[in-house]
């Protein structure tokens, strides 16, 4: 069965400068979400779109911002990158199961490896 | 106030012990969603398991099982005669579905270790 693809795997980059990731959700899910794991915690949600438009929004510092294409697929833009953003990337997808009052299972991409030099 | 608890930092134990992971949540909402995920060494993340509030069930996949207790606010995951590919560490999360927002909020983390 089809993932979530997330790339790049691995990013180096130097303070000050800019990244970009992206995710591209399971077909057919409309939900993305973007989590963000330093050494050692528990991932932290940034922000999700549902069918374009932004959701939700966590912890998600202003130097960075997020949009879903038309494809669905979404990505993260992340600007003067700081020594502390160095973290592991999570996409997620699901489909909002709007009618229940909540939502399927978010399933999680391989993580985008970010290390800020 | 939204919170998962996973008290247990790290568990060592010897292949084909069995062994409980715990988790305790906090939540207002009368509708909400459970989760456990794995977080191998190789760092993704891989869904275990989903548990609605209203499903009081308890869950059995193969060595795996889970105890949902709503009146202790707990969902327990134990792990029957594990192995050294259970080695992980293992992520409960909150899904309060019903607030309006749909992210997750993860606990801590146990790191599991099964020595062989």
């Known amino acids: 069965a089809a993932g979530v693809i997330q790339s790049p795997r691995h990013l180096i980059k130097e303070k000050r400068e800019t990244a970009t990731l992206k995710c591209y959700p399971i077909?057919?899910?409309?939900?993305v979400y973007w989590y963000q794991q330093g050494p050692g915690q528990d991932p932290q949600f940034l922000i999700s779109?549902?069918?374009?438009?932004?959701?939700d929004k966590g912890s998600i510092p202003d130097r960075f911002s997020a949009q879903q294409f038309s494809d669905y697929h979404s990505e993260l833009n992340m600007s003067s990158l700081e020594l502390g953003d160095s973290a592991l990337y999570f996409c997620?997808?699901?489909?909002?199961?709007?009618?229940?009052?909540?939502?399927?299972?978010?399933?999680f991409g391989p993580g985008t490896r970010l290390l800020v030099l | 106030a939204q919170k998962v608890t996973q008290a247990q930092t790290e568990i060592s134990v010897v292949e084909k012990e069995d062994v409980t992971l715990d988790c305790v949540y906090e939540?207002?909402?009368?509708?909400?969603?459970l989760f456990w995920y794995k977080q191998p060494p190789s760092g993704e993340l891989v869904f275990l398991i989903r548990?609605?509030?209203?499903?009081?069930q308890n869950e059995i996949s193969g060595r795996y099982s889970w105890n949902f207790q709503k009146s202790t606010s707990s969902f327990n995951f134990t792990i029957t005669a594990s192995q050294v590919v259970d080695s992980a560490v293992y992520f409960c999360?909150?899904?309060?579905?019903?607030?309006?927002?749909?992210?997750?909020?993860f606990g801590t983390g146990t790191r599991l270790k099964v020595l062989a």
């Open positions: 997620a997808s699901s489909s909002l199961d709007r009618g229940h009052g909540g939502q399927e299972t978010q399933y």
């Open positions: 077909p057919r899910h409309d939900t």
């Open positions: 779109f549902y069918e374009k438009m932004q959701s």
């Open positions: 939540t207002r909402d009368t509708t909400y969603y």
């Open positions: 548990r609605n509030s209203f499903d009081e």
């Open positions: 999360a909150l899904n309060p579905g019903t607030s309006g927002t749909y992210k997750y909020i």
